[in-house]
């Protein structure tokens, strides 16, 4: 079985520093791309319009980069590199569209925004947008082992199941960044099931001296995350005036990334 391809133009006289190797290795793709059950050499060869002898060598080191895959009786079908870059691709756009929802939060609360996003077990930000008169906090260690101490990471941990919380804390040491910082695990635990009554996580000064953070959750079946906004510890006081800005952004944003994740 196979599917149409739509021809891309290309342009009528291509740049002279274009690499013809990489070209035909591209041709071979879209070519395996539109068998779903799979083509032999000979077939790709002819699709790509390629010579047999420089097909295989490139099938063979496509194979080899995970690109392509050999199935039994001698045909091959695209591999599963192909899908982590497909995969990649759409998280990007996702993101791009996440940002202009954090750069209307940065400017409404004057305040540097963030993105959070729970993947294979950790956490990671995805994206900061600070400005001069906005700047960022100084992720001096990265949320990556700081979750506890981060209104981000606390929002994240909120958002998860028993089970899947207990395995990150299983996981990572509660490390003591502050005098504030909560390094006992039950303590902890009792600080997500009681949370600000406005649904908001609130780091006061446990992930940096002088610094105050509120995180809301954000993302759907298939995404776990969380926005948060920065500001010097004595704002905190405007948490509740906030609350309804936070939770119109993460709705937003989860719209956003449920779009293309």
Not at 25 to 33: C, G, H, K, S, V
Not at 231 to 247: C, F, I
């Amino acid at each position: 079985m196979t599917r149409s391809r739509r021809p891309v133009d290309r342009g009528s006289r291509p740049p002279a520093t274009l690499i013809t190797s990489v070209q035909r290795a591209l041709r071979l793709l879209e070519a395996a791309a539109g068998h779903t059950l799979g083509a032999p050499p000979k077939v790709l060869a002819r699709e790509a319009g390629l010579h047999l002898g420089t097909a295989y060598h490139l099938i063979r080191t496509l194979t080899y980069e995970g690109y392509l895959q050999r199935l039994d009786e001698g045909s091959y079908v695209i591999a599963d590199q192909v899908g982590n870059l497909v995969s990649g691709s759409r998280q990007q756009a996702a993101l791009a569209r996440a940002r202009p929802a954090l750069a209307a939060l940065r400017d409404s609360a004057h305040a540097a925004a963030y993105l959070c996003l729970y993947e294979d077990g950790e956490m990671a930000i995805r994206a900061i947008v600070d400005s001069p008169t906005a700047p960022r906090t100084d992720l001096w260690v990265g949320v990556h082992d700081a979750g506890h101490a981060t209104a981000l990471g606390k929002s994240v941990l909120a958002s998860l199941d028993a089970t899947d919380r207990r395995d990150y804390l299983a996981r990572h040491r509660l490390a003591d960044l502050t005098p504030h910082t909560i390094t006992d695990p039950a303590r902890l635990l009792r600080s997500l099931q009681a949370q600000e009554p406005a649904g908001l996580a609130v780091d006061r000064e446990e992930y940096a001296p002088g610094t105050g953070c509120l995180a809301a959750a954000v993302g759907d079946e298939s995404v776990v995350g969380s926005i948060a906004i920065s500001m010097p510890v004595g704002r905190l006081s405007e948490l509740e005036g906030l609350a309804p800005l936070l939770h119109a952004t993460a709705g937003r944003v989860s719209r956003a990334l449920a779009f293309t994740i």
